[in-house]
């Protein structure tokens, strides 16, 4: 079944405001992985966090990590146009190879 | 300067018949992906290859078959195209550990089955 579960499905915001995009997901990861998706193009990895980890940042990027909830969320501060893309989380399981993705947010930043 | 490149970007196809998407990476990376991504953006990975040799094969119909003829190239050949077989594939190259390092993704192959 599916790893990762992201809330909401759909963000709209106004360019500058922040944005907040949660995962869920059903058993211990060994690491997490967000990814963006422009429209019609390939993913670009954007931040990794490994499951001993709470918290990362990356430029206008925050991840945050709670293995006891089994969930990580993404900030986006101070939201720019280019900044609207889809946006999906990752996990990695120990001992496995593969990224299994979450449904992912659609997020949009309104002029 | 490509790192990941797919041919074609789209390929539109009658039912039953057979194509392959090439995939090629520049980037020295020993770990190849194929990923389907279907119309409700959902991302599954298909395939993943370590220095040519197979290590992940999902539940895929073997009407899908991957090729590696070395380590930075890795084709998908699909047989007797259906229709839910349209979707946007993905390649992607990794380096180093197994599930540590970040996957670099190709620019997708939209496939549409009539």
């Known amino acids: 079944s599916q790893q990762g579960e992201e809330d909401p499905q759909a963000l709209s915001i106004q360019e500058g405001e922040n944005a907040t995009m949660n995962c869920s997901y059903k058993?211990?990861?060994?690491?997490l992985q967000w990814y963006r998706q422009n429209s019609g193009r390939g993913l670009v990895h954007l931040i990794l966090i490994r499951s001993n980890e709470r918290e990362k940042h990356s430029g206008r990027l925050r991840v945050t990590l709670d293995t006891s909830k089994k969930s990580s969320s993404l900030l986006i501060t101070a939201s720019r146009a280019a900044d609207t893309a889809s946006y999906f989380c990752a996990t990695v399981l120990f001992g496995n190879e593969k990224l299994t993705f979450g449904t992912g947010t659609r997020l949009t930043i309104i002029p | 300067d490509t790192a990941v490149s797919q041919t074609p970007k789209y390929l539109v196809t009658q039912m039953g018949n057979d194509k392959s998407i090439k995939c090629e990476q520049n980037l020295g990376h020993d770990t190849m992906y194929w990923y389907k991504q279907d119309s409700k953006k959902f991302l599954k990975i298909m395939f993943s290859?370590?220095?040519?040799?197979?290590?992940i094969n999902e539940t895929v119909p073997n009407r899908f078959s991957p090729k590696s003829p070395d380590k930075a190239h890795l084709n998908l050949h699909i047989n007797s195209l259906e229709l839910g077989d349209s979707a946007v594939y993905f390649c992607?190259?990794?380096?180093?550990?197994?599930?540590?390092?970040?996957?670099?993704f190709g620019p997708g192959t939209r496939l549409t089955v009539l």
């Open positions: 992607a190259s990794r380096q180093g550990l197994a599930g540590v390092n970040e996957q670099f």
């Open positions: 058993t211990s990861i060994n690491n």
């Open positions: 290859y370590n220095n040519k040799e197979l290590i």
